[in-house]
T-cell receptor, first 117, second 112 residues
Framework: GAVVSQHPSRVICKSGTSVKIECRSL??????MFWYRQFPKQSLMLMAT???????TYEQGVEKDKFLINHASLTLSTLTVTSAHPEDSSFYIC????WGTGIEGYTFGSGTRLTVV | QKEVEQNSGPLSVPEGAIASLNCTYS??????FFWYRQYSGKSPELIMF????GDKEDGRFTAQLNKASQYVSLLIRDSQPSDSATYLC????????????FGKGTHLIIQP
């Protein structure tokens, strides 16, 4: 089945620094990838939709200049958290849709636990 | 604003019994409905999906959809302790182009 690889799985960074998270579709091409954020005991909230070769679409309330998304190829999307602050500490999860597998084709990466100290 | 509502629980069910999880959604244009299981600290994993009214069975799991009532449910038969997790209901309203809208999840505990 479709596999999405996400790295790193955990990262601790200092306040004010930037962190890059990678999301790769390993055995399919993903023209669209989705980035979610999950705070403790909360659900997944869609942050942005990453489109290959074009600008990402951000959900209301998500700062596009803080969460930079690059989808330069059909198999790789990156999320960069710029000038991270403790309130950005969260579980970030990417997802891609393998249209070849039909309706059930949403596949999630393993997630990145970001801790900003 | 698309909303997906779930009872957060915890829902405690004896081992071997049927666990019933419920979900309602606000967008009548929603097309596909998913149930994910999420263990603590892990990414969600797909349990079931459904897009037509009625029941859909897969092993111990049955998903039920009633679009008129905007209601989705998941039944887990012969519940096992390993079924203890948070179950997330997710709705696709954009035909796959807009991502999924998730409920907050129901924490299910299967008591041995």
């Amino acid at each position: 089945g479709a596999v999405v690889s996400q790295h790193p799985s955990r990262v601790i960074c200092k306040s004010g620094t930037s962190v890059k998270i990678e999301c790769r579709s390993l055995d399919f091409q993903a023209t669209t990838m989705f980035w979610y954020r999950q705070f403790p005991k909360q659900s997944l909230m869609l942050m942005a939709t990453s489109n290959e070769g074009s600008k990402a679409t951000y959900e209301q309330g998500v700062e596009k200049d803080k969460f930079l998304i690059n989808h330069a190829s059909l198999t790789l999307s990156t999320l960069t958290v710029t000038s991270a602050h403790p309130e950005d500490s969260s579980f970030y999860i990417c997802s891609a849709r393998d249209w070849g597998t039909g309706i059930e084709g949403y596949t999630f990466g393993s997630g990145t636990r970001l801790t900003v100290v | 604003q698309k909303e997906v509502e779930q009872n957060s629980g915890p829902l405690s069910v004896p081992e071997g019994a049927i666990a019933s999880l419920n979900c309602t959604y606000s967008d009548r244009g929603s097309q596909s409905f998913f149930w994910y299981r999420q263990y603590s600290g892990k990414s969600p994993e797909l349990i079931m999906f459904i897009y037509s009214n009625g029941d859909k069975e897969d092993g111990r799991f049955t998903a039920q959809l009633n679009k008129a009532s905007q209601y989705v449910s998941l039944l887990i038969r012969d519940s096992q302790p390993s079924d203890s997790a948070t179950y997330l209901c997710a709705v696709d309203s954009g035909g796959g182009a807009d991502g999924l809208t998730f409920g907050k999840g129901t924490h299910l505990i299967i008591q041995p």
